[in-house]
């Protein structure tokens, strides 16, 4: 797809639809009035209420992310990488190393500038390390709110 937003959009709208008929069921389940009807529709009803739940952290954390990143670009501070592109155009292992251990560094050195973390949370998607680059990026949100 060309627009994340709109993949999100489809995601979001197909997931609806599924956590709707599961709430129908479990509603239904509860409705028959037999205990064990009960306890099942109840548990079933779980499901969609943690689904809803981690659509919107998961929109709340893009959503921030992005903000971060226009206020990054609107005062042209986003930060530069010197990637060597593959002809795929994915970084090489390399050179997103190389680019990692300078935002690493700076990071390092400025543990309470949002900034800082917001790049090494880019440096370790390049490299490929996603749970590290949600993780830093989690932080450059939480100093980014102070």
């Known amino acids: 797809m060309k627009s994340p937003k709109l993949g999100a959009a489809i995601s979001i709208a197909l997931f609806s639809v599924y956590l709707l008929l599961l709430t129908n069921w ?33 929109l709340r954390f893009g959503l921030r992310a992005e903000a971060m990143g226009k206020e990054l670009e609107a005062n042209n501070e986003w930060p530069v990488f ?13 050179s997103a190393d190389e680019n990692f251990r300078t935002f ?6 400025n543990p309470s500038d949002w900034k800082a973390q917001f790049a090494l949370s ?25």
């Open 26 to 58: 479990a509603i239904a389940m509860i409705t028959i009035g037999s205990l064990l009807g009960i306890v099942m529709g109840a548990l079933v009803l779980t499901f969609p209420l943690l689904g809803a739940y981690a659509i919107y952290r998961e």
């Open 104 to 109: 690493a560094r700076l990071a390092g050195e």
């Open 122 to 146: 880019l440096a370790y998607d390049a490299c490929g390390d996603r749970p590290r680059a949600r993780k830093a990026m989690a932080e450059a949100m939480t100093l980014h709110r102070r």
């Open 82 to 94: 010197q990637l060597v592109l593959r002809p795929s155009g994915r970084p090489t292992r390399e």
